[in-house]
């Protein structure tokens, strides 16, 4: 059972589409992140939502929305995609932000 | 002050020899700080942490040192394999408190 599932794997689309990734998590946790993992590897946090409530919102395009339904999911909706949104989006989850728990990342291309 | 320094950016070693990285840190209240190990492909994955009660922390040919004066830590790989090729990120938080802030990671190549 993979405890932090993310959907889709692979997302290649136009630029000016709008786009949504799902995650999901079974491990109980009561935060969950967003991260956006460029070319260079590195590690920016988007959004922190704990207990559905978003708590960090770093400086991100307000194109980005998160949207958690339960705290058992966060998803993220990006409209108006642009060249540079191509990177991998991470999603992870922790318990009283702890350890965090990746899933296995959605690669975006933007075209 | 958020923020945590890590070296090298990229790193080549020689079967069994022996990895070191290194991250340094300013905010003070840091009281926890994990290494992520993340292959190709794949999440980061949790590898070792260590809390500042403790200077060394060993999990099989992983070790954490961690200065708490110096407000420095480290990861050695002893006995580097080329399994252990994959870029590695240090991290620091607040338990409890802040999501973790993490290093910009070291590429880490282990050849035979």
């Known amino acids: 059972d993979t405890a932090v599932s993310q959907t889709p794997k692979y997302l290649v689309t136009q630029m000016g589409n709008d786009k949504s990734i799902k995650c999901e998590q079974n491990?109980?946790?009561?935060?969950m992140y967003w991260y956006k993992q460029d070319s260079k590897k590195f590690l920016k946090i988007m959004f922190s939502?704990?207990?559905?409530?978003?708590?960090i919102n770093e400086t991100v395009p307000n194109r980005f929305s998160p949207k958690s339904p339960d705290k058992a999911h966060l998803n993220l909706h990006i409209n108006s995609l642009e060249l540079g949104d191509s990177a991998v989006y991470f999603c992870?989850?922790?318990?009283?932000?702890?350890?965090?728990?990746f899933g296995a990342g959605t690669r975006l291309s933007v075209l | 002050q958020q923020q945590v320094k890590q070296s090298p950016q990229s790193l080549i070693v020689q079967k069994g020899g022996i990895s070191i990285i290194n991250c340094a840190y300013e905010?003070?209240?840091?009281?926890?700080f994990p290494w992520y190990q993340q292959f190709p492909g794949k999440g980061p994955a949790l590898l070792i942490a260590i809390r500042p009660d403790v200077s060394e922390k060993k999990e099989g040919r992983f070790t954490i040192s961690f200065n708490k004066s110096a407000k420095q830590f480290s990861l050695h790989i002893m006995d580097s394999q080329p399994g252990d090729s994959a870029t590695y990120f240090c991290?620091?938080?607040?338990?409890?408190?802040?999501?973790?802030?993490f290093g910009k990671g070291t590429r880490l190549s282990v050849i035979a």
């Open positions: 905010n003070t209240a840091f009281d926890y």
């Open positions: 992870a989850s922790s318990q009283a932000m702890d350890i965090q728990y």
């Open positions: 491990l109980g946790h009561d935060t």
């Open positions: 939502y704990n207990n559905k409530e978003l708590i």
């Open positions: 991290a620091a938080g607040e338990s409890g408190n802040t999501p973790l802030v």
